[in-house]
């Protein structure tokens, strides 16, 4: 990726992507926005030039913190990936996005939010998390 991330994985409609590993990122909270940005940028192009009909939309989860990456799986099966909370936290921040939006962590705004343009929104409850979770919507870059 152009923003030194990592795709991990597609799934159905969905992108998995990771920031910061194996090489040490200082900046990749800044990058994984800036990687949602072009996403967005790429995505609004490709509309200018397909009919109505093939338009897509797209919802986006950022948030960072600590996760293993290695193998998982079995003998059958690897694979190369992220697990933990904070890749679960994404998610449901993700599944929280509506159509064409880009939302982040408060954790992830604490570290960006001197390069970017936010909204904070409501409070989202998620599933696996006692405490909502603060979420603000990524508008654009400074």
Same mark, same amino acid.
């Given at each position: 990726?152009?923003?030194?991330?990592?795709?991990?994985?597609?799934?159905?409609?969905?992108?998995?992507?990771?920031? =910061? /590993?194996?090489?040490?990122?200082?900046?990749?909270?800044?990058?994984?926005?800036? /990687?949602?940005?072009?996403?967005?940028?790429?995505?609004?192009?490709?509309? /200018?030039?397909?009919?109505?009909?093939?338009?897509?939309?797209?919802?986006?989860?950022?948030?960072?913190?600590?996760?293993?990456?290695?193998?998982?799986?079995?003998?059958?099966?690897?694979?190369?990936?992220?697990?933990?909370?904070?890749? =679960?936290?994404?998610?449901?921040? !993700?599944? =929280?996005?509506?159509? =064409? !939006?880009?939302?982040?962590?408060?954790?992830?705004?604490?570290?960006?939010?001197?390069?970017?343009?936010?909204? /904070?929104?409501?409070?989202? !409850?998620?599933?696996?998390?006692?405490?909502?979770?603060?979420?603000?919507?990524?508008?654009?870059?400074?």
């Amino acid at each position: 990726l152009e923003h030194e991330g990592t795709i991990d994985k597609f799934s159905g409609d969905g992108i998995m992507a990771w920031f =910061n /590993a194996p090489i040490t990122q200082p900046d990749h909270p800044l990058q994984a926005v800036r /990687a949602a940005l072009s996403l967005r940028d790429s995505i609004k192009d490709l509309h /200018a030039a397909l009919p109505e009909s093939f338009h897509m939309g797209y919802g986006i989860g950022i948030h960072g913190g600590e996760s293993v990456l290695g193998l998982i799986g079995t003998e059958k099966r690897w694979d190369y990936t992220a697990i933990g909370d904070s890749v =679960n936290t994404a998610k449901r921040i !993700q599944e =929280n996005a509506m159509e =064409n !939006q880009i939302l982040i962590s408060k954790s992830t705004y604490e570290q960006v939010k001197h390069k970017i343009v936010a909204r /904070a929104l409501q409070s989202i !409850q998620v599933k696996g998390k006692s405490q909502p979770i603060e979420i603000f919507e990524v508008i654009g870059e400074k």
